[in-house]
């Protein structure tokens, strides 16, 4: 610390170098310094970026629907129209769960089967021909990574929410 220009040391010695006159004038001078912070006003808040997110979103996903009202439109009627054709309901029900279970399982499935196609196609030899070791490799590091990294296996990895 510098007290009256000079540097003096100290790691609290039985027997301080300093002298209780100017202990005295340090410990002063820093509560003065804490008093100045502590009645300092608090920065302001910084804006919350992803607090205007949800609205946006959903005034975005409003506005695309409705650029494509026509199509929906039409898809409704088309189903209407299916649905008017078939003798017994239950028979129209199955065909159109079938039909949504494939329009719904598509997209969740295929960045799987994407990732699926890059890693058994790893280079390297393979084991009993059929999985290559780089995939193997690959699979037991991010499995321990997930299950051995707090930072990792938290939820807000991704996308820290506060």
Same mark, same amino acid.
Do not use: K, W
């Given at each position: 610390m510098t007290v009256d220009g000079e540097m003096k040391c100290t790691f609290h010695p039985a027997s301080p170098i300093v002298s209780e006159e100017t202990n005295a004038k340090f410990a002063d001078a820093f509560m003065e310094i804490l008093e100045v912070v502590a009645v300092a006003p608090s920065p302001p808040k910084p804006l919350n970026v992803l607090s205007f997110l949800p609205p946006a979103v959903a005034l975005a996903g409003a506005g695309? *629907?409705?650029?494509?009202?026509?199509?929906?439109?039409?898809?409704?009627?088309? *189903?209407?129209?299916m649905k008017a054709n078939v003798a017994d309901p239950a028979d129209f029900w199955a065909a159109f769960n079938f039909w949504?279970?494939?329009?719904?399982?598509?997209?969740i499935l295929q960045p799987i089967l994407w990732i699926s196609d890059v890693l058994h196609g790893s280079p390297g030899p393979? !084991?009993?021909?059929?999985?290559?070791?780089?995939?193997?490799?690959?699979?037991?590091?991010? *499995?321990?990574?997930?299950?051995? #990294? #707090?930072?990792? #296996?938290?939820? #807000?990895?991704? !996308?820290?929410?506060?």
């Open positions: 695309a *629907i409705a650029t494509h009202g026509e199509g929906f439109m039409q898809f409704y009627q088309s *189903i209407m129209e949504v279970f494939f329009a719904v399982g598509h997209p393979q !084991l009993a021909d059929l999985v290559p070791y780089t995939f193997l490799a690959g699979n037991a590091l991010v *499995i321990a990574l997930v299950a051995f #990294s #707090s930072e990792v #296996s938290r939820p #807000s990895f991704l !996308l820290p929410l506060e």
